[in-house]
């Protein structure tokens, strides 16, 4: 005889009410909500270069873990007005606290030592206190969630652990007692399920952090030489080969226009959830981007820290962009721009698949057009429908202007036409 509910155990429990459920789903949520956003933000902050890109991913993932959760929540008579209040002023400030952070070691403590683990502690919690009948919605997501939170968890212990080995000792000491002061704070709340008894900070422990604020020029380690204007001077053929070297950097270089979405995502106020879902998502498929023509570089023998690595993308947006003008030229100007035929996404693919005829970059060229889709589609979402009232007109008329003002920035910068490389003033 097969076992009764499909093996599903602990059938008698009495478990949490819908109410209880859905509050303490709300919690841990809000966290998730509050890491998309500190992770953005210190993508654009930090300098070392693996782990700006780690934190694109996290920051899209964590966006993911809410959404769910803010999808689930609505199925328990939560309505998303509340669920998007925050639910206690004490991880209100114990996440602030974590935004502050001033160093990358402090912010990997804090995250790594601390906030994720409580919040897979909680879901276990969370999983020991369900009817597991009642609520299988809910424990199949998080069953799944703990898939990504543990990898996380992996990834950080061990960029943890390459951070300290390069730390001096006055540096280890100052991300311990921002452990201690962290861990005061959750202790505060609660913990993120808020089950857990308050303790108030002590005072006389206290830490009075600087408010974090984006940077106005992108950042990188010691590893990289940089350039504000977008491959000037390199000394690249106007040939085929030339062509192909040009989009292996090209893809490469993407690193900046995720920085800039990282910008747009942490400083724009008062969107709707949806929108800082789709940034997050963006700015980690920018990293990916970044991330092909690092592979392809690497593929192809190259030292990848031989070329000076552009940052003018995220420049540009700190400097020199205002409102929702950033947004409009990477959506707009570029990324809807390049849905056209020839030249166009899908050409690029079809030179590295007939021309090049390089297996790789002709994989990663067809993902990036895949992607660069999904774009346009947050282009017309958030830019022409929601800026410009479904005016298509003035929304291209807005990203225009923004081509003008990046060329006057550039020109400002240095020579466009030094030594300009084929192709090179297509696409970012």
Not at 336 to 361: Q, S, T
């Amino acid at each position: 005889m097969l076992h009764p509910f499909m093996g599903i155990k602990d059938w008698d429990r009495i478990g949490m009410s819908v109410e209880e459920s859905a509050k303490t789903l709300q919690r841990i949520a809000y966290v998730d909500r509050q890491l998309m956003r500190i992770e953005a933000a210190h993508m654009a902050a930090r300098p070392e270069y693996e782990i700006k890109g780690g934190l694109a991913r996290l920051s899209s993932q964590d966006a993911e873990h809410h959404d769910q959760f803010r999808n689930r929540i609505k199925q328990l008579r939560m309505s998303t007005v509340a669920f998007d209040k925050c639910p206690d002023a004490s991880l209100n400030e114990l996440m602030q606290t974590v935004l502050n952070s001033a160093t990358t070691l402090c912010l990997f403590t804090a995250l790594f030592d601390v906030v994720k683990p409580a919040q897979i502690a909680a879901i276990h919690a969370y999983k020991g206190k369900a009817q597991p009948l009642v609520d299988e919605p809910t424990l199949h997501i998080l069953k799944h969630q703990l898939i990504d939170r543990e990898e996380q968890m992996d990834w950080g212990r061990e960029a943890l652990q390459y951070l300290l080995q390069s730390a001096s000792e006055t540096e280890k000491e100052q991300a311990q007692h921002w452990r201690m002061y962290v861990e005061q704070l959750l202790a505060a709340a609660g913990g993120i399920t808020g089950w857990e008894e308050r303790v108030p900070v002590d005072p006389s422990t206290r830490i009075v952090t600087e408010p974090f604020a984006m940077p106005q020029i992108s950042t990188r380690d010691s590893r990289f030489s940089t350039h504000v204007v977008k491959m000037q001077g390199f000394a690249i053929p106007d040939n085929e080969e030339g062509r192909f070297m040009t989009m292996m950097l090209s893809r490469y270089f993407e690193m900046s226009p995720a920085e800039g979405v990282a910008y747009v995502h942490f400083t724009t106020e008062g969107k709707p959830w949806h929108f800082y879902r789709d940034t997050a998502r963006h700015m980690w498929d920018e990293v990916r981007h970044s991330w092909f023509g690092e592979a392809a570089l690497r593929a192809k023998g190259y030292d990848v820290y031989q070329f000076p690595n552009w940052t003018g993308w995220y420049d540009m947006t700190a400097q020199l962009f205002e409102g929702t003008e950033a947004y409009s030229h990477l959506t707009i100007a570029i990324e809807k721009a390049a849905m056209k035929y020839p030249p166009g996404k899908r050409e690029e693919w079809e030179f590295c698949r007939d021309i090049a005829k390089d297996p790789l970059m002709t994989t990663f060229q067809d993902f990036d057009w895949a992607d660069e889709v999904v774009h346009a589609g947050f282009g017309q979402r958030w830019m022409i429908e929601d800026v410009h009232g479904g005016d298509a007109r003035a929304a291209q008329e807005e990203a225009e202007r923004t081509v003008k003002k990046r060329a006057v920035y550039m020109e400002a910068h240095g020579d466009l036409n030094k030594n300009k490389p084929a192709g090179s003033l297509g696409g970012y």
